[in-house]
């Protein structure tokens, strides 16, 4: 079997194929599309869109390859020509790959390797991204359609297009970010050195809490979940356990109280508020928000059935903290609730982890799903029962004089995480008994 790829800057190879349920709210079409529209992505973000397409190849489209080319944003891009593609073409799989003259909005850091380019008066930028902007979640980063398989010739398809544009647009690296570890296997099956250079990989780590309650089991099955947040106290030490609803005490203290919403049942007034809310985490930082209220308005219309917001209100009933989380259907492999947004108008002792991290825990025994990610960093999720999960990145550097000490970096850099993440894991608050496995 032979493969081809094509790069686009479009979406609408979107309608080419019938797709693969996405493994996150994120990799959906919807969320995309807003991220498109709200010009969360595109020229003036800095996040330049191209979007590469794999496609299976006939031995008789092979003698007869037809390929177009035109020129869009000075990248030279190659689509079939669709009398073609019908016929000896199939489509497959398509990554996004941003061209970026910054690191904004990606949270897996190359800032030390930018400054060694410049020490040396060499250009960084512009570099290339394969990441969901703004959202540090492990996912799929390729689209399939139904009944495909990540391989790694899909893989080798894959970074022979990203070797493709990055020579066009002079770029010095690519990174894929927070990709899961499946397509991370099939990607460290090809060759290395592919092609000219190396396929590098960095290992990090966040929290996840995981409902399984692991002194109890479903018959046949795996831990039965908890049934309830004093039933997922009961697996924590007796100090934590008492260091935690203490905490929690201290809203109702400050006359505050929590509120929950999802879907539809979140109104215009509370997106209103939790933008507030947002842009204050920022300004307090002297930044923008990376995201608009177009953003937020027109995942509202269509995503409803993945959002929740947690509110915080004051002895007068007025909003003055929100959280906005997404989750995926209950139905779903691996079902998840992932925290996201978060800000408020006034501080208040303790409210950010009963709004973040509580609300959320409650709201994920609730509604039965598996686990809560509740986004980048912080040892203070690691105490309230938070798992270190080991993440994934990828990637390429394409300068040789650079490459080794770069390569070096990333191999002494994994084995630090590995530390970290056995200490971070011998500080978990569960019971000795409920104590989850560590996996490296």
């Not at 006034?346 to 709201?363: K, N």
């Amino acid at each position: 079997m032979t493969y081809s790829y094509s790069i686009t800057q479009d979406l609408a190879w979107q309608t080419e194929a019938k797709w693969q349920q996405p493994d996150t709210p994120f990799m959906s079409f919807d969320y995309w599309q807003a991220l498109t529209d709200s010009g969360a992505i595109g020229q003036s973000a800095g996040w330049i869109p191209l979007y590469l397409q794999i496609y299976k190849v006939s031995e008789h489209a092979e003698t007869t390859d037809k390929v177009k080319t035109t020129e869009v944003e000075s990248v030279e891009t190659k689509s079939i020509e669709k009398e073609s593609v019908e016929k000896e073409y199939r489509l497959i799989a398509t990554m996004p790959l941003f061209i970026k003259g910054h690191h904004q909005g990606e949270y897996v850091f190359d800032h030390a390797w930018a400054e060694a380019y410049a020490r040396y008066g060499e250009d960084y930028y512009p570099r290339l991204v394969t990441s969901v902007p703004y959202t540090p979640v492990m996912g799929q980063r390729l689209w399939l359609v139904e009944g495909e398989e990540i391989t790694s010739a899909i893989w080798q398809t894959t970074i022979a297009a990203v070797d493709d544009v990055a020579k066009q647009v002079g770029a010095s690296s690519w990174h894929g970010l927070f990709i899961e570890s499946e397509q991370i296997t099939a990607a460290k099956q090809l060759p290395n050195p592919i092609f000219e250079h190396q396929l590098l990989e960095r290992q990090g780590c966040q929290f996840l809490w995981q409902n399984q309650k692991l002194t109890e089991h479903e018959a046949g099955s795996g831990p039965k979940a908890y049934t309830d947040f004093e039933d997922f106290l009961s697996t924590l030490t007796a100090k934590k356990r008492k260091n935690i609803r203490a905490e929690r005490k201290k809203i109702a203290k400050q006359n505050l109280s929590c509120r929950i919403k999802t879907g539809e049942e979140i109104t215009a007034e509370d997106w209103d508020v939790f933008y507030q809310c947002y842009a204050m985490t920022y300004a307090v930082r002297g930044r923008a928000p990376y995201l608009t209220p177009e953003f937020f308005e027109q995942i509202a219309q269509t995503m409803s059935e993945h959002i929740m917001l947690a509110q915080g209100l004051d002895e007068s009933g007025e909003i003055v903290a929100s959280s906005l989380f997404f989750y995926d259907t209950h139905n779903q492999p691996n079902a998840t609730l992932y925290g996201r947004y978060w800000g408020a108008l006034e501080e208040y002792d303790s409210l950010h982890f009963e709004l973040c991290y509580y609300q959320g825990i409650e709201f994920a025994i609730q509604k039965g799903l598996q686990y809560f990610d509740p986004g980048t960093q912080g040892e203070h999720k690691l105490i309230r029962g938070f798992v270190p999960q080991k993440t994934h990145s990828l990637h390429r550097i394409y300068d040789a004089r650079f490459e080794p000490a770069i390569a070096n970096f990333c191999e002494q850099d994994n084995a630090y995480m590995q530390q970290y993440r056995e200490q971070a894991h011998q500080a978990l608050p569960f019971n000795i008994d409920n104590m989850p496995s560590f996996n490296g």
